[in-house]
C-alpha cells in the first residue's frame, strides 16, 4: 500500500512539473493582455532608430515563429534572420506602403516579456510618424492585428491545456480518494480482529490456568494488530493529506480555467 501511495504521489509530482514549466506565461496571461504600440527610440544597426514597439505575454521564440508566419502569410514577405534581426530587404507590402520598403523586426525578451521592435525603411530613411505618416499608422495596425490573433490562439491553446491537467489531477484524486477508503476497510478490519483476540484471551484465562503460552501469543499478535494499525492510520492520514492538496489544486485550476475563459472571450469579442 505504501508503494502505491508513493506511485501515485509520482504521478502528482509529474504533472505539477509540467504546469509550472509554463506558468509565468499562464499568471501573465491570468491578467488581460494590452496590445499596444507605441513608437519608441531604440538602436539598431549602432544607430539610434525609430522603431514601433509592443510587449507580448509569450516566450520570444513563439512570438518569433507565429510573427515570421503572420508576415508570410499576409503580405508574402518570408523573414530571414540577419545580424539579430528578421529582415526583409527590397520588399514589396501591400496594404503597408507603396513603396519597396526595407522591414525589420527585433524579438527579445526582458521583464516585461517578450518585447517586439518593427522598423521600416525607405529609402534612406526610416518610418517615423513625422516622416512617413500612413505607413507608421499601417505598421502600428498591422501589429495590433498580429497581437489579437496571436493571443486568440494562445488562450485557447492554453485554456485546453489547463483543461487536460485538470483531468490528470482529477484522476489522481480519486485514486487516492480509493485507496484511502481501502485503507480504512483494512483498519476496521484489524480493530475486530483485536476484538475477537481479546475475547479468546479471557475465555482462555477463565478456562486454562496454564495457558500461559497461548495467551502470550495471543497478547503478541494484539501487538502486531496495534502497531499494524497505527501504520494503517499514518498512511490514511498521509493519504488524506494528499486528497485534500489534489483537491485544492483542481479548484485552484478551475478558478485559472475561468479566468483565462474570461480573458479570452474578452478578446475574441472585442475584434
Known sequence: MKTKLLLLSALLFGSTLSI??????????????????????????????????AYVKSSSDDVEKAWK?????????????????????????PGISEFTVNFF???????????????????????????????????????????HGFYVTQYDEVIEDQRKEQEKLTKSMDKLVK?????????????ADIVKA?????????????????????????????????????EKETNTKEAEEVSAKVAKQAERIDRLKRNADSIKSSK
Open 20 to 53: 509550472a514549466q509554463d506558468d509565468a506565461v499562464i499568471t501573465a496571461l491570468e491578467t488581460a493582455p494590452q496590445m499596444s504600440v507605441e513608437q519608441s527610440n531604440i538602436k539598431f544597426q549602432k544607430n539610434s532608430t525609430t522603431a514601433f514597439t
Open 198 to 234: 481479546e475475547e479468546n484471551i479471557t475465555k482462555t484465562e477463565k478456562l486454562i490456568a496454564d495457558s500461559q503460552v497461548k495467551i502470550e501469543q495471543l497478547k503478541a499478535d494484539i501487538e502486531n494488530y496495534r502497531k499494524e494499525i497505527e501504520q494503517l492510520k499514518k
Open 105 to 147: 523586426t527585433l524579438i527579445e525578451t526582458d521583464e516585461k516579456g517578450a518585447r517586439m521592435d518593427v522598423l521600416m525603411s525607405i529609402g534612406d530613411k526610416f518610418v517615423t510618424s513625422n516622416t512617413f505618416p500612413t505607413e507608421a499608422g499601417n505598421i502600428q495596425k498591422m501589429m495590433r492585428t498580429f497581437l
Open 179 to 191: 485507496e484511502g477508503e481501502k485503507l480504512a476497510k483494512n483498519t476496521e478490519g484489524k480493530e
Open 69 to 93: 508566419s503572420f508576415v508570410s502569410h499576409k503580405y508574402g514577405v518570408d523573414l530571414k534572420k540577419s545580424k539579430g534581426a528578421l529582415t526583409g530587404e527590397a520588399v514589396q507590402m
